[in-house]
């Protein structure tokens, strides 16, 4: 089945430390971004990526990395410098042959609490 | 900045009646418009729209947008149960370093019975 997929489903972390959020597709979608929902609030983009090798910052990109080493794969790392890193990160792709984006696929999402 | 606001931020209606989701938008170098239904976990895609004046309509879901006064409605007719969710607007700007989407905070939908 062709999808996205993230993992873990629920990651708790402590303050302080850096954690890596997975995030894998095996649609042939060249676009991968990374967003963060908090209650009550729309997605916010964190950072995307068009091709391997290169990506962007997004609106809130401070504190989070990222890599595009592979097409199917793109982490996010959430580091110590995020103030409040506590939500709902949800990966998407898109097919951007063109740069445009399309219909954005989301994965099921990981949701991060800091203790 | 970008900017997408929807309203109203929630409404609860019941099964059969006639709902209207509204989304304006300020954004430079616009190229879409999209839709988005989230119960739970991931948002699922429901319409994309680049025209201005032209309808797209799936089931009992529509949606149409106004380039001109940068505004969109999303129509849901005769509302289920089913249809409880947030719903979310997307804004598709031209950047140089690839597009991107910015979200408003979405309208949250309740049906009841």
């Known amino acids: 089945d062709g999808g996205i997929t993230q993992s873990p489903k629920y990651l708790f972390r402590k303050e302080g430390q850096n954690v890596t959020l997975s995030c894998e597709q095996n649609l042939n979608h060249d676009a991968m971004y990374w967003y963060r929902q908090d209650p009550g609030q729309g997605l916010r983009l964190i950072y995307y990526?068009?091709?391997?090798?290169?990506?962007q910052k997004g609106d809130i990109a401070e504190g989070y990395s990222v890599s595009r080493e592979k097409k199917e794969s793109f982490p996010l790392t959430v580091t110590s410098a995020q103030k409040n890193p506590t939500a709902f990160y949800l990966c998407?792709?898109?097919?951007?042959?063109?740069?445009?984006?399309?219909?954005?696929?989301f994965g099921p999402g990981t949701r991060l609490t800091v203790l | 900045e970008d900017k997408v606001v929807q309203s109203p931020l929630s409404l609860v209606v019941h099964e059969g009646d006639t709902v209207t989701l509204n989304c304006s938008y300020e954004?430079?170098?616009?190229?879409?418009l999209l839709w988005y239904k989230q119960e739970k976990k991931a948002p699922t895609f429901l319409f994309m729209l680049?025209?201005?004046?032209i309808e797209k309509k799936s089931g009992r879901l529509s949606s149409i947008l106004d380039k001109k006064e940068l505004f969109s409605i999303l129509n849901i007719t005769a509302t289920q149960t089913g249809d409880s969710a947030v719903y979310l607007c997307?804004?598709?700007?031209?950047?140089?370093?690839?597009?991107?989407?910015?979200f408003g905070t979405g309208t949250q939908l309740k049906v009841e019975l």
């Open positions: 990526s068009q091709i391997v090798n290169d990506f």
């Open positions: 954004v430079t170098n616009f190229r879409s």
């Open positions: 680049t025209s201005s004046g």
């Open positions: 998407a792709s898109s097919i951007s042959e063109t740069g445009w984006v399309d219909e954005q696929f």
């Open positions: 997307a804004v598709e700007a031209v950047t140089g370093g690839g597009n991107k989407l910015t």
